[in-house]
């Protein structure tokens, strides 16, 4: 059978699967060795940093990680990040194929006046604060207004605006980073506003998600009535209704009927509000809104504007790719065509060759997809190119997946007494330590 030599780079869902795919393939009289780096000594990519932690069933996918990790074919170089620790051009002849799986970590912008101000974060550094990313625990989150606005009409600034909004009690017995646990515990954060640009009908929340909020314990959710019913007719005057949006319909209905407990924390939804500007003296005060309308299907500005007190912006209107040395991004992905980096041994998989979109599983299938191309270009000869472990830099402590379970293990250790399902370590000189 002959055996081929796969390095991935990203140890997010992408990187995963495809590692996956590629174990697969065996049935198909192929086998691979399998090397996947990635720059954090952490694993799982947005599983860990970006999922929220109030929604622990997601995160059990982490097992199916664990397992595809377990064969003696796969080796895992954690705390080794490409492009500054290691260079794409000295990965390539390496290996038989190099498949970038290295994700999409940079918040889009808004680009309006005031975006800059402190208080205005993204929501690609307000999740991975409070997700416990290392290189998000000192993102400064002001929680000592009572309102926060978060733009943006998806799942990203769902999860935002439920952080801000529930009561703190409610994520105690979670894997939130304990700074920022300790953060909500403190804020002052009654009111958070989730303002997209055009109607409820055009948002890419998805129901289950819509579903659950008129579930919350402490939390009033509001919606006007008329904007629901407004949009519910644009919707079905337009012709036939795509099923997501129909459902997504449904669950609007559900929340503005919901009847308000007059709780102390609310979230509330404006549609057709554009941000314009960020108003503040040395900081955040003021978001202000044009008011849109939709004529004939199409969003128009109305010219009318509102704006909002506040002193947190978190704008969650997408993400692009980090530029990685010898890769080139395009459109802020990875420059791909389906999957294959022409005129190269180098492939992509997920979030860096797709941009943002789709769920964990959605990384699943696009893995399969690629692999496909890439076990079709492979040459009959496997490539003997050396082990990449002699070019590794002395100075770089790898984190190998012995070292990662040792991790792993003890934080989840750590959660036990409290109920959690584990305490995310954030510093990275203990986390190598962890890993001794
Ligand atoms: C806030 C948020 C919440 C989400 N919630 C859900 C949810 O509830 N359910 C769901 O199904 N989906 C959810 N998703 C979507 C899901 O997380 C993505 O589909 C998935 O993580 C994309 O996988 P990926 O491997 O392409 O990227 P990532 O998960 O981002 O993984 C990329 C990995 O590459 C590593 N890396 C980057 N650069 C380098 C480098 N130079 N060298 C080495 N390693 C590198 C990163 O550190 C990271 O570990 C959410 C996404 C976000 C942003």
Known sequence: MPHYKVAIIGAGPAGYFTAQALQNARGEGLSFSIDMFERLPTMWGLVRSGVAPDHPKIKTVAKVFEKIASDPNFRLFGNVEIGKDLDIEEICPRYDAVVMCTGSSLGNKL???????????????????????????????PLDGDTAVIIGAGNVAMDCARMLALD??????????????????????????????RGPEHAAFTSPELRELPKLEHTDVIIDVAAVHDAHERAFAAGEVEKHVAANLEAWRLIA?????????????????????IKGNGKVEEVVFGINEIKEGKVIDTGKTYSIKTNLVISAIGYHADHIKGISVRDGKVENDQGRVLGTNIYTVGWAK???????????????????????????????????????????????????????????????????????????????????
Do not use: C
Not at 113 to 130: H, I, K, Q, R, T
Not at 175 to 184: I, Q, R, S, V
Not at 261 to 275: K, V
């Open 111 to 141: 680009g309006i006046v005031g975006e800059d101000l402190p208080g205005s974060l993204s929501a690609a550094e307000f999740v991975p604060w409070y997700n416990g990313h290392p290189d998000y625990v000192n993102v400064a989150v």
């Open 168 to 197: 703190p009690t409610e994520l105690d017995a979670t894997d939130t980073a304990e700074h920022a646990l300790a953060a909500f515990h403190a804020s002052n954060i009654r009111k958070v506003f989730i303002a997209g640009r």
């Open 257 to 277: 009927e919901h009847p308000r407990a007059g709780r102390e924390r609310s979230m509330e939804f404006h549609f057709l509000s554009a941000p314009k500007e």
């Open 354 to 436: 797709r941009g943002p979109s789709g769920v964990i599983g959605t990384n699943k299938s696009d893995a399969s997809d690629v692999v496909k191309l890439l076990i079709e270009d492979l040459n009959p000869e496997p490539k003997n190119g050396g082990d990449i472990t002699v070019v590794i830099p002395q100075s770089t402590t790898i984190i190998d997946q012995a070292g990662w379970t040792k991790i792993n293990e003890a934080e989840i250790a750590a959660g036990v007494a409290s109920g959690k399902p584990r305490v995310k370590e954030v510093d990275i000189a203990k986390l190598i330590s962890l890993a001794e």
